[in-house]
């Protein structure tokens, strides 16, 4: 998997209402992001992928912003269930989230 390919189809699937993540590559950059502009800390590991995004999300709380992409990221992540996936590049992708913050 590259990670480009997972980053650059969170930001398009952010200006369609009816897209939705394919995968944990895609979530686990999408939570780096969310991740950060919480202000959260930084992950070091990623055991189990499920419980992160949980609590991830739960720390996140309801988007209330005005910026529609990042409304509709926070959708795209409600709306995914983790699939089984969990090997390095989860950890890779959500630190460029994390870095990145941008869609």
């Known amino acids: 998997m590259i990670p480009l390919l997972a980053k650059n189809a969170v930001s398009i699937k952010c200006k369609y209402n009816d897209a939705g993540l394919t995968g944990n590559y895609e979530c686990a950059y999408s939570l780096g992001i969310i991740a950060a502009l919480t202000g959260q800390e930084e992950l070091k590991e990623i055991n189990d992928f499920e419980e992160i995004k949980k609590e991830i999300m739960s720390k996140a709380g309801k988007y209330t912003g ?30 460029m989230g994390y870095h990145d913050k941008s869609i």
Do not use: F
């Not at 926070?74 to 269930?81: A, R």
């Open 66 to 95: 005005d910026n529609l992409r990042i409304k509709r990221l926070y959708e795209l992540v409600n709306d995914y269930e983790p699939g089984q996936v969990n090997d390095g590049q989860i950890l890779e992708l959500y630190r």
